[in-house]
């Protein structure tokens, strides 16, 4: 065999080689920016769902307070006059078709009757006209009742915990995280990995135990409803990149394997063709 036919056979299984080493490396590649895109997704999912449920859990609760705290009163002024504890009902007789309350109904029953008028399956004009009034009236009804909290007032340390873990554990989302309330009166953060924190009165930057929260990408609106909305929500996880790579380990070392495999049988039938070919040279000059 000739040089020409040496280097040819050499230079096609090189090309091979970094053919797949490059095909490998685009694989694992695409296999991460699949996995950061999965993760990043169920995060703002997760954070999404958090939020609604806050939302979800101030309203029952200031819709409770509100109806008791209207219903007191009425019946104290009632008792006042001598005309006996009324009842009340959603009366939708108004002009404009929102929801009063009447006098017919007890207040226990009250929320069951919001809550039937919502899961109505009727689709005709006239039903869906209603529950867009009702929920239009109560989200107004709660704004008043609670933008006059701080935000720190609005949110429990141990529900936030629990939902926020149960959402990311939901979505297989396992790894350590940090997170924090970002208070957009205050600008600074109000919570802290379940902890209330005390920051100046006018801080001129983010404290550096916080900077990571603060920078990092994951983060939401609190209370969407409210305009402007009070706050935020932000997630920083400080062991990101490991987890998704995780999936992705064996593949990975696989893939190494492999490779080191092939280049290995390469590097060792490049060293027997010229030991072939200095033997044959030998062989041919002895002869001669």
Known sequence: MNKKAIWAIIGLMSAAVIGVVVLQMDLIRTAVKVNEERFEKNVFAALNTVVRRLEAEENR?????????????????????????????????????????????????????????????????????????????????????????????????????????????????????????????????????????????????????????????YKVDLFPEDMPSPGLLMIHFPARTSFVWRSLWLNFLGSIFFTTIILFSFAYTIHVIFRQKKLSEMKTDFIN
């Open 61 to 217: 609760e200031v819709f409770q307070h509100s109806i008791n705290g209207f219903v007191t009163a009425y019946y104290e002024e009632h008792d006042n006059t001598g005309e006996g504890k009324p009842e009340f009902t959603l009366d939708y007789s108004g002009e404009d078709g929102r929801p009063m309350l009447s006098p017919k109904l007890s207040h226990s029953s009250l929320l069951d009757e919001l809550m039937a008028e919502f899961a109505n399956p009727c689709t005709c004009s006239q039903c869906m006209a209603r529950k867009d009034n009702t929920y239009r009236s109560l989200m107004v009804y709660f704004q008043q009742n609670t933008r006059e909290f701080p935000l720190e007032q609005r949110i429990k340390l141990q529900h936030i915990n629990g939902v926020l873990k149960q959402e990311l554990g939901n979505r297989g989302i396992d790894t350590d995280f940090n997170y924090g309330v970002f208070s957009r009166e205050k600008k600074s953060f109000i919570i802290v990995d379940g902890h209330y924190v005390v920051e100046d009165a006018q801080p001129k930057e983010i404290l550096p135990g916080y900077r990571n929260i603060y920078n990092s990408r």
